[in-house]
């Protein structure tokens, strides 16, 4: 059963931003962090998001009787997803560099640093 009512959500709008920016969100800002805390690489966030996607189409699939296997929505959900984590993750990293070596860099804007005067 497939309801596309827009290219970017499926069933409502309401609905993707709930699950799909908020709670999928929020989780993919604290992989984000965690992985910018720990020192990963991208590729390990990047597979993380890839499952906690394959999460958020379940959800959608289950609450709100989306589609689950939906190549479209997924990948959709997966842009979104990964934007947030990647965020999560530079601002995480950005006060890390910041703090962790004061003596060579000063933060420059939420998501970024320079190397001090």
Request: aromatic share 18%.
């Given at each position: 059963?497939?309801?596309?009512?827009?290219?970017?959500?499926?069933?409502?709008?309401?609905?993707?931003?709930?699950?799909?920016?908020?709670?999928?969100?929020?989780?993919?800002y604290l992989?984000?962090?965690?992985?910018?805390?720990?020192?990963?690489?991208?590729?390990?966030?990047?597979?993380?998001?890839?499952?906690?996607?394959?999460?958020?189409?379940?959800?959608?699939?289950?609450?709100?009787?989306?589609?689950?296997?939906?190549?479209?929505?997924?990948?959709?959900?997966?842009?979104v997803l990964?934007?947030?984590?990647?965020?999560?993750?530079?601002?995480?990293?950005?006060?890390?560099?910041?703090?962790?070596?004061?003596?060579?860099?000063?933060?420059?804007?939420?998501?970024?640093?320079?190397?001090?005067?």
């Amino acid at each position: 059963m497939e309801n596309a009512n827009g290219l970017i959500w499926e069933v409502s709008f309401w609905e993707f931003f709930f699950v799909t920016v908020l709670l999928a969100g929020s989780a993919a800002y604290l992989t984000g962090r965690a992985m910018a805390r720990t020192w990963q690489a991208d590729a390990h966030l990047a597979f993380y998001i890839v499952l906690l996607t394959a999460a958020t189409r379940f959800i959608h699939f289950a609450l709100f009787s989306g589609t689950l296997l939906s190549l479209h929505y997924y990948i959709v959900d997966l842009i979104v997803l990964l934007i947030i984590a990647f965020v999560g993750k530079r601002i995480t990293r950005a006060g890390q560099m910041a703090t962790q070596y004061s003596f060579q860099y000063r933060r420059s804007g939420p998501l970024g640093w320079e190397r001090s005067g």
